[in-house]
């Protein structure tokens, strides 16, 4: 129950820290003096790694196990969130020329999108490995609850920081993962498949047959 409970967490936290970001992105590129080219390739930047890595990711957890690869997902979006309330700040006071913020809010960007998917494929992999057939779909739907109510509670707690100043919702969200991370660490077992051999090959096969017959 404690694993589900901090994987549950973790997915929340992840979607929480998206959802007070994403909002205040194009707020804040417009007080740094960017273009609405910058702006939407700064957007972009996330999305474009999510579908570069989520697959890897998934793979990189059947490696070195899941609670590794949450890890690093939680750490990187730590840094992801450090880095672009620093770079946005320093940008705010005049500190850097615009190409220069654009490169460094772009790389913070990427960190993230990077960072996203391992927090989601190890938390979508370690809930397999717990659960049986018969609950593995109250397993999966707790994800799904975690995904729309950090979808929900993100944009609602930024909306209520930004009375203090735009970038006070950030701060939080690089805080968040960096508790979760203690819990992780210190709470959770690392699991990885048990699928071998022959039946890692009954699986991949039924994976094929079930590709064709659609």
Known sequence: MRAKSIIFTSVLIGYVGLGILNPLVAPLIRELG???????????ASSFMVLLTSALWGSWSDRIGRKPVLLIGLTGMAASFGMFVAVTEQGLA???????????????????????????????????????????????????AANGLGLVVGPAVGALLTALSLLAPIYLA????LLVMLWVTFGMANSKPQVHGQQKKRCAKEYFLTLRSR
Do not use: C, H, N
């Not at 960017?34 to 972009?44: H, N």
């Not at 690089?174 to 993962?177: Q, S």
């Open 94 to 144: 005049g500190k850097f020329q615009p190409a220069v913020l654009f490169t460094l809010l772009l790389i913070s960007r990427l960190l993230l999108g990077a960072a996203f998917p391992a927090v989601l494929s190890s938390s979508q992999a370690y809930m397999a490995d717990i659960t049986t057939e018969k609950d593995r779909a109250a397993g999966m739907s707790l994800i799904g």
């Open 34 to 44: 960017l273009s609405e080219t910058d702006a939407g390739w700064i957007v972009a």
């Open 174 to 177: 690089v805080v968040l993962p």
